[in-house]
């Protein structure tokens, strides 16, 4: 799943907002974005409580609405003609604290995660786009390749929740045993996100890496081909 790529498709739901707001400091919207994760979060981490799984819906929503405000700034921002690097590195940091909180309230629950997959799954995420801007800090172009981009997390922290919450009240399947023979694991599917997150942003923050260097070996040689 690689969202990321697929963007532009949502200018359908971000256009017509955007020239709505030009006036509005792209800013105040990110910062909207951030507030609204660290509640996702917070709603998430207190799901946990008994009888209070229905919280995973109104988190779930609070996801998809932070992704809405991160897409939103950057919109008005190129409409209006105010896109600068001052906001660039803004948006930047706030969607690594977005992407901490939102999937954090999950990771230190005890109630739905395991605390040492919750770790890989941040280290991941992070990774993951530390990867991406890096290679755009050192020159080479900025990535957004991968199995687990900005949009694929956004996606994924809305759907699975919901999964969770709907499996667990109208199913009996709100949870698996794994056996792998030596160890028996018992997994719900916020834990499959979780798991996703940690091997696929892992995975993803490899890719990048290579693809980074290779680029990187391209200007090199086109450089030194100007030289001669």
Not at 6 to 35: C, E
Not at 45 to 56: I, Q, R, T, V
Not at 89 to 116: K, N, Q, S
């Amino acid at each position: 799943m690689v969202l990321d790529g697929q963007r532009a498709r949502a200018d359908i739901f971000l256009t017509p907002v955007a020239k709505r707001m030009l006036n509005v400091n792209p800013n105040i919207i990110s910062w909207l974005g951030l507030i609204v994760a660290l509640i996702s979060g917070v709603i998430f981490y207190f799901s946990g409580a008994d009888g209070k799984e229905w919280l995973l819906l109104v988190g779930a929503a609070a996801v998809i609405i932070s992704g809405y405000f991160d897409a939103l700034d950057g919109k008005i921002a190129k409409l209006a003609g105010k896109c600068s690097k001052k906001g660039d590195y803004l948006d930047h940091v706030f969607d690594r604290f977005a992407d901490v909180f939102m999937i954090g309230g999950i990771a230190i629950c005890a109630y739905w995660c395991d605390p040492h997959l919750g770790m890989l799954a941040i280290i991941g995420v992070l990774l993951t786009s530390y990867m991406g801007t890096q290679a755009q800090a050192i020159g080479a172009p900025r990535l957004y390749a991968g199995l687990l981009g900005r949009a694929d997390r956004v996606v994924l922290s809305t759907i699975f929740p919901i999964v969770q919450y709907v499996m667990m009240t109208y199913t009996d399947f709100g949870s698996f045993t794994l056996d792998l023979g030596f160890k028996v694991f018992d997994i719900n599917w916020l834990e499959i996100m979780m798991l996703w997150y940690a091997i696929a942003g892992n995975f993803t923050a490899i890719q990048r890496a290579i693809v980074t260097w290779r680029n990187l070996n391209k200007m090199e040689e086109e450089e030194n081909q100007k030289k001669e």
